[in-house]
């Protein structure tokens, strides 16, 4: 516990940890106060119902989610891959293990670290998204539902908890893919490229493979939350995108624990 209370400590010392955070949130106000003043300027009925699924709850949980996933998980894999290569950079992994730690041991604590503060960022920005989705309803006069009505509550927690452990899985890549480069671009050009990579792939790969890949697992989770809530249909998302989240700490130990180090 010794470990996890220090990594904690640096981290929360770190200005990038509450920059990134505080740049989502600005990114989230733009958006979302954007759509508000745009739905109140439009008076085509068949324009406006086309907002309803980013302002209307529940629908609009499933938006915000998706935002969040996009955005967060790429900035996330950015935050982990400089932590990751910042190891390297700044020597403090030769340092623990002239203390006797487990080189292992402490590559995992490390992400564990970096995961408990992306899930405390996720639920925060969850609620604030949540504010700024019923503030641009408001300014565009656009009806919504509660956000806690509890025909949906179920659909809300769903997808607050299923999208945490997705945003996980992005993070978990970019920090594998940074501590083993020792580069902190490369765990961002790591998730960034498999967006883009997906997003191409759909037109010539078939969409029964294209669930396994890591970024349309993901998203399948968050949408899947949207529509059913906690039900089976979570389950083959969630497989794969564990599958994705374990194989890509197990890969930074693996690095961790031939890694020469002088």
């Known amino acids: 516990m010794h470990l996890l209370r220090a990594t904690g400590l640096k981290l929360r010392r770190r200005p990038a940890?509450?920059?990134?955070?505080?740049?989502?949130?600005?990114?989230?106000?733009?958006?979302?106060?954007?759509?508000?003043?745009?739905?109140?300027?439009?008076?085509?009925?068949?324009?406006?119902?086309?907002?309803?699924?980013?302002?209307?709850?529940?629908?609009?949980?499933?938006?915000?989610?998706?935002?969040?996933?996009?955005?967060?998980?790429?900035?996330?894999?950015?935050y982990a891959g400089a932590v990751a290569a910042s190891e390297w950079s700044w020597n403090t992994f030769r340092v623990a293990l002239t203390r006797g730690e487990s080189r292992v041991r402490y590559v995992v604590i490390l992400f564990v670290g970096i995961a408990l503060?992306?899930?405390?960022?996720?639920?925060?920005?969850?609620?604030?998204?949540?504010?700024?989705?019923?503030?641009?309803?408001?300014?565009?006069?656009?009806?919504?539902?509660?956000?806690?009505?509890?025909?949906?509550?179920?659909?809300?927690?769903a997808i607050v908890v299923m999208g945490s452990w997705a945003v996980l899985m992005e993070v978990a890549i970019g920090f594998g893919v940074a501590f083993a480069a020792r580069s902190p671009?490369?765990?961002?050009?790591?998730?960034?490229?498999?967006?883009?990579?997906?997003?191409?792939?759909?037109?010539?790969?078939?969409?029964?493979?294209?669930?396994?890949?890591?970024?349309?697992?993901?998203?399948?989770?968050v949408s899947a939350a949207g529509r059913t809530g906690f039900d089976a249909s979570l389950a083959a998302p969630l497989v794969v995108t564990t599958l994705y989240l374990f194989l890509a700490i197990a890969a930074a130990a693996a690095v961790a624990r031939r890694a020469e180090v002088s």
């Open 17 to 78: 940890t509450y920059r990134t955070v505080l740049v989502l949130a600005g990114l989230l106000a733009f958006l979302y106060l954007s759509i508000g003043v745009s739905a109140a300027a439009i008076s085509d009925p068949t324009a406006r119902a086309s907002l309803l699924p980013l302002l209307a709850f529940p629908d609009a949980g499933t938006g915000l989610a998706s935002i969040l996933l996009i955005f967060g998980g790429i900035a996330g894999a950015g």
């Open 117 to 157: 503060l992306v899930v405390v960022a996720w639920l925060l920005l969850c609620v604030l998204g949540t504010g700024l989705v019923l503030l641009g309803a408001t300014l565009g006069g656009v009806p919504t539902a509660s956000p806690l009505d509890p025909a949906s509550l179920d659909r809300l927690l």
């Open 185 to 221: 671009v490369a765990g961002i050009a790591a998730v960034a490229g498999l967006y883009f990579v997906e997003q191409f792939a759909v037109l010539i790969v078939p969409i029964d493979m294209l669930r396994f890949a890591p970024i349309t697992a993901a998203g399948s989770l």
